[in-house]
């Protein structure tokens, strides 16, 4: 069977350069891949264009990244919780492009699976249809979206075989599996690495063969971006 573990994130990221598109798994700073991001700030990759639902906080996720203004372009749904990223948007620092969620979600599928486009009614009517073709299906308006094109995907799993098999644990389970697969080199980091056979089939949420490089990720924080707890009575 194909072995598709490398030894680290440093060997897992080798031949990201400057100016290329990076998916990144994860919704807000939930099963967001830690090692990667934490290895592109080291290597100190720029003029990247960033593919992620949000850019997570001033201080950790692609926050890291905006700091450095390592990222040229950020292709997301919305803002967040990052006073940096909404200050380089509106300074005309940071090229934004913001798509509707579903839509974003729908352009990594697409490309995962080989669809080089879909139709979809979200946001006809809008600024975000504008310059695309339109075409009416059964009364209803739809805007053409393309599929994303992008050179390296990051995902971070909670388990994952040496096949490249990988399962996600609650709702880390959120742009991650629909990233695998939808970029020339998908890279998986994951909590625990077994052996290939190790996993039980019926559990896999995505097959290796959407992963080309997988390691076991080191020194996971996991932040909560908003922590909410009862008050004492």
Known sequence: MINK????????LQGVKDGMTFMLGGFGLCGIPENAIGELV?????????ISN????????????????QIRKMISSYVGENDEFERQ???????????????????????QAGFPAFYTPAGYGTEVAQGKETRE????????EPAFKADFSFVKAWKGDEAGNLIFKGTARNF??????????????????LPA???????????GIFVQRIFQG???????EQRTVRQKA
């Open 176 to 193: 991650n599996p629909c990233m695998c697969g939808a970029a020339t080199i998908t890279v998986a980091e994951v909590e625990e690495l």
């Open 218 to 224: 080191e020194k996971f924080e996991k932040r909560i």
């Open 137 to 144: 299906f059964d009364g209803k308006m739809y805007v053409l």
């Open 197 to 207: 056979g190790s996993l039980d089939p019926n559990q896999i949420h995505i097959p």
């Open 42 to 50: 080291r290597l100190g990759i720029k003029d990247i264009t960033c």
């Open 89 to 111: 948007m509106l300074s005309g620092e940071l090229e934004v492009e913001l798509t509707p969620q579903g839509t974003l979600a729908e352009k990594c599928r697409a490309a």
């Open 5 to 12: 573990t490398v030894a680290n994130v440093a060997e897992a």
């Open 54 to 69: 949000n850019a997570g906080v001033d201080d950790f996720g692609l926050g890291l990244l905006l700091q450095k203004h």
